[in-house]
């Protein structure tokens, strides 16, 4: 089984639209994430969630709005898509205590067009 | 602040040894260590916390020093499928939840 399962794998849309990307996992932790990874590859963190309440938020559009309908999901909501969105979106788990590593899934491909 | 990492692309021969560093201009309670294969997830290899230890993962260890504020990242003897970037996650404090990534290194292991 998958831990962290994100879908979907690939997305393409128009500028302006509004797209959803789900994440799940099954591990039992109580701490989530969104990163967005740009062509430069730079990994950049754009929310955590602990036990539904949202703990970091580095500068992100409002456009961009994360979902936590329990504690095993964070969906990631972006209005109004910009060109400059496009990018490779990473969900990741962890417990939240100290000296725990983060485990992430395999990635959403965002191209705005 | 995004720690920075040194070199930015690496290139060496099966067998060979690396190193690979990170650095930050802020204090430093921990430094997490990912490998992201090209189309693939960032998976984790270590975590090290501030106290100077040293870690080892195969043959991949690491060390930090927080007086430095730097870690280093050690691949010995590496194998094609060492191969990859390798991230440092620096934090002010042990959770993943507060980690700041650095602009990787590209590993690449020829045969």
């Known amino acids: 089984d998958t831990a962290v399962s994100q879908t979907p794998k690939y997305l393409v849309t128009q500028m302006g639209n509004d797209k959803s990307i789900k994440c799940e996992q099954n591990?039992?932790?109580?701490?989530m994430y969104w990163y967005k990874q740009d062509s430069k590859k730079f990994l950049k963190i754009m929310f955590s969630?602990?036990?539904?309440?949202?703990?970091i938020n580095e500068t992100v559009p409002n456009r961009f709005s994360p979902k936590s309908p329990d504690k095993a999901h964070l969906n990631l909501h972006i209005n109004s898509l910009e060109l400059g969105d496009s990018a490779v979106y990473f969900c990741?788990?962890?417990?939240?205590?100290?000296?725990?590593?983060?485990?992430f899934g395999q990635g959403t491909r965002l191209t705005v067009v | 602040q995004q720690p920075v990492q040194s070199p930015q692309a690496v290139i060496l021969r099966e067998g060979e040894d690396a190193v690979i560093n990170c650095s930050s201009s802020?204090?430093?309670?921990?430094v997490h260590w990912y490998r992201q294969k090209h189309g693939e997830a960032p998976v984790f290899l270590m975590i090290l916390l501030k106290g100077g230890e040293q870690k080892g993962h195969d043959k991949i260890s690491a060390s930090f020093n927080e007086k430095k504020q730097q870690s280093s990242l050690y691949l010995t003897a590496s194998q094609l499928s060492y191969s990859g970037t390798y991230f440092c996650g620096t934090g002010n404090s042990g959770s993943a939840r507060q980690l700041t990534f650095g602009s990787g290194t590209q590993l690449t292991v020829l045969p």
């Open positions: 990741a788990s962890s417990l939240g205590q100290k000296n725990t590593e983060a485990f």
């Open positions: 802020k204090a430093l309670y921990s």
């Open positions: 591990l039992g932790h109580d701490t």
């Open positions: 969630y602990n036990n539904k309440e949202l703990i």
